[in-house]
């Protein structure tokens, strides 16, 4: 099968752009404390850089596609990486924390379109077996990315400084502009086509109503959600209480990484063995046995422990979260473009407000995130059981 069209984006750039708002999401996560501190607020108020990220990263889903669909990927892409860095200087030089969530919400704005618009760009550029195994490829880099962050970070605030964590992100803005500047073709072949958009509201309409659509978006942002409220609260956890370094607790992202590749090999085993509901209602078992571990881990104190059950749950979390991707839009072929776009701006709206919860939460005693885990996955689990208990 070859390839849909001649001049098709490098691998690289498509994992690049993809992978870079996870990175700018997770990179000062180790250095949360330090900000917090040095900006006089709250563990957490600090911990609202975090949720208020997928306010505007939902928008930007909504902006970003939509106006590339009129103006092609090429220039959308460009200008929304105009806009990430714009935010990232803004943030570097954020005289106090109001001023730093304003820039954050710019960042968040601008970095949406590597989510939204390199997706689009691999449906157009790739097709059949080719496009297959550049998914594939892709989302085994994407299990790193949300490891990178945190230990670039931590490598980055022990040795200059929690502000130069901007800088960082300023630099990685300014080479991703002039690589995607270069090598970056327009794939969108339909531009120049006036074209029929179809109407939203019997899309939106459709979708409210579809019972299977809220369960497996309750699912997709539960456990986004668990993902960035641990990357909240596990800064307090490891460096404050533990006593980790900014860059030791980085490494721990590597135990998040690997939860997902073997998530990813497990969910290879079984696709053709069991069905996909039994494969995703089996790994909300091993998540929710995962967190009543993690529970009791936070009352004996032993870190060791509490790494391990963390990879527990995360591991569990990574085989329902492709299933529940796959399987979320089965019947919306029709509208596919018009209804993920309205999905995914739902549940990064759901995402923020379940990051939102664990600062409200916080304490400073290490059980609340175990407590919040088991929570959500005990929800999670209780849903889609009685969805789907006789399948």
Known sequence: MKNVRKQVPSLLLIIVLVGFPQISESIFTPALPALSSALQVTAQTGQLTMSSYFIAFALGVLFWGSYSDRVGRRPAMLAGLIVYLAGNIGLLCAPNFAILILFRLVQSFGASVGSVVTQSIMRESFAGTTGAKVFAKVGAALALSPAMGPLLGGVTQTYFGYRNVFSVLIVMAVSLYLYTLRRLPETNIQLSNVTRQPALKPIVMRLLTDPNVWVYGLLISGINGILFSFYAEAPFIFIEHFHLSSIQYGVLGVVIALSSIFGSITINHLVAKISAIQITKWGLILAMFGAFLLVGASWIGNIYLFILCIFIVFFGLYITLPMALNLALVGYEDVIGVASGIFSFGYYICISFFTY???????????????????????????????????
């Open 357 to 391: 919860l664990i600062s409200a939460f916080h304490t400073g005693w290490i059980g609340i995130l175990p407590l919040y885990i088991l929570a959500i996955t005990v929800v999670m689990l209780l849903s889609y059981e009685l969805r789907f208990k006789n399948k």
